[in-house]
């Protein structure tokens, strides 16, 4: 077995954007202008990054968060990690792993970064190493840790197969195709209107249009959603807002993009329903239109999105090691 050597730094810019990218290697939401995103939202998180190399080769990239306001956290949980804060390896603001590995999966290479996230852990006063948004095999071949899975699934589509928004609603089915075409005239019907907006005009009418929706599904407050808003020409992110037709804003949503991939994410509404599938359907034609080949749309509204034809994520696994 080889020696591989490590290097450890708070900072992206001390590694630069070519080793980065050359080793994140085109994945989703691994990018450095990513990371680099995450750095500015994620301000009160220190990021720790571990770079691998071989024989003066890098092979592998990991990404720690120090963090105390982690929004999966409940009750007396978060209470406790304001105390004793997590050590995370995730991709920032992504329900994604915060590693690049190579492939096929080297047992030598997982081990390390295992080592290296407990060393980190300890030096940094953490109660918990988690590694997550895995899928089962990777978590338990991650040595000295406990598995963990949660209850819900990501959700992806994958549209390389299509041109354009034409070709990919042709393939649907003809019952779909009349549901999408209802569900959008209902919404022309009650006046509804859906805008695109490279920035947000009113971030607090924008957040507190989430937060109600927040709220009302009993979720636990996301500390980092006004960051991402505001900083959101970073990753081209785009705001969706439906308009009633009064002008009264009664729904929005925004997107993000990274190397190919589209993430949908800060759904806000009242209760008008037709608002949300006007949104959703723009939000998916213009990730189309812009040629993006990925779509992660998150947990929930499974029925809804499977019409469109996404399918889960085997990604609901975490390894722990404390």
């Known amino acids: 077995m080889t020696q591989l050597d490590s290097y450890i730094t708070n900072s992206i810019e001390e590694i630069g954007q070519t080793t980065w990218d050359t080793v994140s290697a085109g994945r989703p939401f691994q990018s450095y202008n990513w990371y680099r995103f995450g750095e500015r939202v994620m301000a009160n998180a220190k990021p720790i990054h571990v770079i691998l190399s071989e024989y003066g080769q890098v092979i592998a990239r ?10 999966l956290a409940r009750g007396l949980t978060a209470a406790l990690i304001k105390r ?9 603001l992504m329900a994604a792993p915060g590693w690049s590995l190579p492939h ?4 030598d290479v997982l081990e390390e970064i295992a ?29 000295r840790t406990i598995q963990y899975s949660f209850d819900e699934l990501g959700t992806i589509l994958r549209t390389q ?10 393939s ?5 195709r ?16 859906v805008t695109r907006h490279q920035t947000v005009p009113d971030l607090d009418q924008a957040e507190r249009l989430y937060r109600t929706l927040e709220a009302h599904k009993g979720s636990e407050r996301n500390p980092w959603v006004r960051g991402m808003l505001e900083n959101m020409s970073m990753v081209n992110g785009a705001w969706l807002a439906a308009h009633d037709a009064s002008g009264q804003l009664i729904g929005c949503l925004a997107t993000y993009e990274d190397n190919g991939a589209q993430q949908l994410t800060h759904v806000g509404r009242d209760t008008a329903q037709y608002a949300y599938f006007a949104l959703m359907y723009d939000s998916l ?4 239109e812009r040629g993006l080949h990925t779509f992660y749309w998150g947990t929930g509204a499974y029925s809804f999105k499977r019409r469109l034809m996404f399918g889960l994520l085997e990604d609901n696994s975490a390894a722990i090691a404390f």
């Open 62 to 71: 990991a990404s720690f968060w120090r963090t105390d306001d982690e929004p």
């Open 285 to 288: 034609r213009l990730g189309l």
């Open 161 to 170: 197969q299509w041109k354009n928004c034409d070709q990919y609603l042709a």
């Open 84 to 92: 004793w804060p997590l050590l995370i390896c995730r991709s920032p």
């Open 115 to 143: 080592r290296i996230g407990c060393h980190l852990r300890r030096e940094e006063r953490c109660s918990l190493l988690i590694f997550d948004h895995l899928d089962a095999a990777t978590a338990r071949a991650i040595p």
């Open 104 to 107: 096929p999966l080297r047992a």
């Open 172 to 176: 649907l089915k003809r019952s779909r």
């Open 178 to 193: 009349r549901q999408i075409k209802l569900n959008l005239r209902k919404a022309k019907e009650l006046g509804i209107v």
